[in-house]
Structure formats: C-alpha cells, structure tokens
Nanobody, 121 residues
C-alpha cells in the first residue's frame, strides 16, 4: 500500500504564504501523478493543483499565479507553495497520488489525512 503524509498547514494572515509538503511512502511500484485538493466547510472537495508526471501540470483558476506545485522525485514528495493567500483559500488541503503499489496490476488513488489551512486576520 501507499501512505501519504502531509505537513505545513496552519494559520496565516491574508497576503501571507505557506508551503505544504506531501511525502509518499510504502510499497510503491510507480507514481503517475500527485496533487492537492481542498475542501472548505459545506463545500465539495475541489482540485487545487496536480502534476501528471511527464505530461502536464494543472491549476484551478482561482489559484493560478499564486500557488505553485513542485515535486522531488528522489523523495517521492510534492510541494504546494501558496502565496498571496486569501480568506477564501481557507480549507482542509488533501494530498492525492495516483500510484501503483507493489503486487498490484493497476494504479489506485491514495489520499492523505488532510492539513488545515486558515487564512484570517
């Protein structure tokens, strides 16, 4: 199986920055994509940013120009640098990986436990 551990959430003032990290571990055969989703109270979970390895990087329109997703292959880690944060960015942020575990014949979706990001003065 594949485990995802997120870190870096917290409380920040509007206009501030945070950097989220997500490390994948376990019996990993391959990782095809990693990304970040968020869910605010009373709302559906939505895509924030995602890297499809070797193919594309996509961002939600609401975060383009403010957030940057990056990866460290050697560490099986993906980062989300969030700048110019707004109160509407407040949500629980979840890491996601499309990965194939050892002994499995197909890729599956894996999720982290979530990390709270609160933007407030």
């Amino acid at each position: 199986q594949v485990q995802l551990v997120e870190s870096g959430g917290g409380l920040v003032q509007p206009g501030g920055s945070l950097r989220l990290s997500c490390a994948a571990s376990g019996s990993i055969f391959s990782i095809n994509a990693m990304g970040w989703y968020r869910q605010a109270p009373g709302k559906q979970r939505e895509l924030v940013a995602r890297i499809v390895f070797g193919v594309a990087t996509v961002y939600a329109d609401s975060v383009k120009g403010r957030f940057t997703i990056s990866r460290d292959n050697a560490k099986n880690t993906v980062y989300l640098q969030m700048n110019s944060l707004k109160p509407e960015d407040t949500a629980v942020y979840f890491c996601n990986a499309a990965a194939q575990a050892m002994g499995h014949y197909a890729s599956s979706d894996y999720w982290g436990q979530g990390t709270q990001v609160t933007v407030s003065s």
